[in-house]
């Protein structure tokens, strides 16, 4: 439903975003990903045309938003970065206004309101000024604002950010309910977050695609990843290190202090090898006092740390 | 159409919802009526028709109606809700006009509100209400080209007050080059079509010449193409912003 071919924007000298090319389809829901800068938020000001491509073309419900604006902007319900909106007005006056401009009238937009404000729960303040509304409701008005025309593409840049734990929820939950019949993309810096809502994620960074899969594939990408942590007691020392380094498909054993004073040991595998069925042999055999055995399906903050340049070592390359 | 209606409705509203439109109104209303008596001397000059009242209305203009218009688009690249108004399936000349149409609306009850000084020099006196006719229409007209060319230059900045001040001093220029001042300036050395040229830019020239009672088709074209010419260049702004 959205169709991303050799997409292209510079602003000066500056590649903002670098010959990205990818789609989505009903029923996905794609996590953006990548450090501040990567041009996540730009891409998704192309899809919805409030920036024009250098080059390359965007087509939604196989409208070009170049070619075709309108119609393209008809199928897209979009939430734009930091979820603007009129501070003067009401959610209530807010909401008829989109209503009327997305061409909805009587009865018609007064369920689509109405239906637009139940899911993001806003029937308590409809009629409180904008300007007057915490963080969160300021985020609530914006999405209902996205969704009240029931658009078949959903575009959110930072849906969940300044909600509470408790809110953070609801919203994944209401996109989760929207997933099957929309084609959503969302941007996002919490990690937990695409593991939670998202059936595909992409990581960017300096303006390209550096990763992109469903988020169990980009955890398998973790060192972490099939890693089986062994917890043993101090006196043992980190004499097992050895044992452990000898067994088929390991290639390192790390060892660490924990809490209680037990020595952890993490055994990364090679290739992804599975581990803990030998790693659990291997402590009956030696007769090990084991506290605590687990293995990891993978840290999605590693890969994510691994693929992208951080702010950081940008500006230090840059002096 | 139901686009720039929505816009339109929204935007006026707008007006309303903050104090700005009252404190507008009641500063326009009582500048006039003290510009017209004690300036104008409307009593003094013992003659029923209203130009001590209409003869401010370009020097009033100047600071009030940027006034209105400095917030059309600065404020909302302020707030950033002009990324949400441009990614509504909206045409681009229908946001332009909806918020244009909307600020001279406003502009236009504002001087409507006028009317009981109509009603007095109607009590008083006979005079033509044709000519007032004509000069309330003058007025409403000039009012729309000084609000065109302040939407285009509150779509450059995101700043109010630089909206503000920018617009009174091109609004400055298309007032004062019909006076005799200015013009005597350009008389020694530049040739006689300049001059007329010049003169024929003026809100001033062309709001006397309306003043006095005729509404000549040149001057409707003149207002008109005035603020066509600077809404298309608050549309071209807004949309060059894209591809910045």
Known sequence: ?319 | MSELLAIFRRELTGYFATPLAYVFIVIFLFATMSFTFYLGGFYEARSANLSAFFNFHPWLYLFLIPAIAMRLWAEERKSGTIELLLTLPVPLWAAVLGKFFAAWIFAGIALALTFPIWLTVNYLGDPDNGVILASYVGSFLMAGGFLAIGSCVSAMTQNQVIAFVVTVVICFLFTVSGLPQVLDFFKGWAPQALVSTIASFSFLTRFEAIKSGVIDFRDLVYFGSLIWVWLTANAVLIDMRKAA
């Open chain 1, 1 to 319: 439903m959205i169709s991303i071919k050799n997409l292209v924007k510079r602003f000066g000298p500056f590649t903002a975003v670098d010959d990205i090319s990818f789609d989505v389809e009903k029923g996905e829901v794609l996590g953006f990903l990548g450090p501040n800068g990567a041009g996540k938020s730009t891409t998704m000001k192309m899809v919805t045309g409030y920036l024009s491509a250098t080059s390359g073309t965007i087509s939604v419900c196989g409208f070009d938003v170049e070619e075709a604006p309108l119609e393209a902007r008809r199928a897209i319900g979009y939430l734009p970065e930091g979820a603007p909106a009129y501070p003067d007005m009401t959610p209530m006056e807010f909401l008829s206004f989109i209503a009327s401009v997305r061409g909805l009238s009587g009865d018609e937009a007064m369920k689509a309101i109405d239906k637009a404000a139940d899911r993001t729960d806003l029937r308590n303040v409809m009629h409180q000024p904008i300007e007057t509304l915490s963080k969160g409701f300021k985020r609530r008005v914006g999405l209902s604002q996205a969704i009240l025309h029931d658009p078949p593409v959903l575009i959110m840049d930072e849906p969940t950010d300044g909600l509470d734990p408790n809110q953070k929820h609801a919203v994944r939950g209401l996109i989760a309910d929207m997933a099957k019949e929309k084609a959503i993309v969302i941007s996002t810096h919490i990690l937990e977050e695409v593991e939670a809502v998202c059936t595909r994620a992409m990581i960017i960074d300096q303006g390209k695609i550096v990763a992109d899969g469903t988020p169990a594939e980009l955890t398998a990408k973790s060192k972490h990843h099939n890693a089986v942590t062994i917890a043993l007691p101090e006196s043992l020392g980190e004499a097992p290190t050895d044992t452990l380094k000898k067994i088929d498909g390991v290639s390192e054993v790390r060892v660490d202090k924990g809490a209680n004073g037990e020595n952890r040991f993490t055994i990364f595998p090679k290739d992804g090898a599975v581990l803990i069925e030998k790693v659990s042999g291997q402590a009956t055999a030696a007769g090990w006092d084991v506290k605590a055995l687990y293995a990891e399906e993978g840290r999605l903050d590693e890969v994510f740390r691994t693929l992208t340049t951080s702010d950081a070592e940008i500006a230090g390359r840059a002096s």
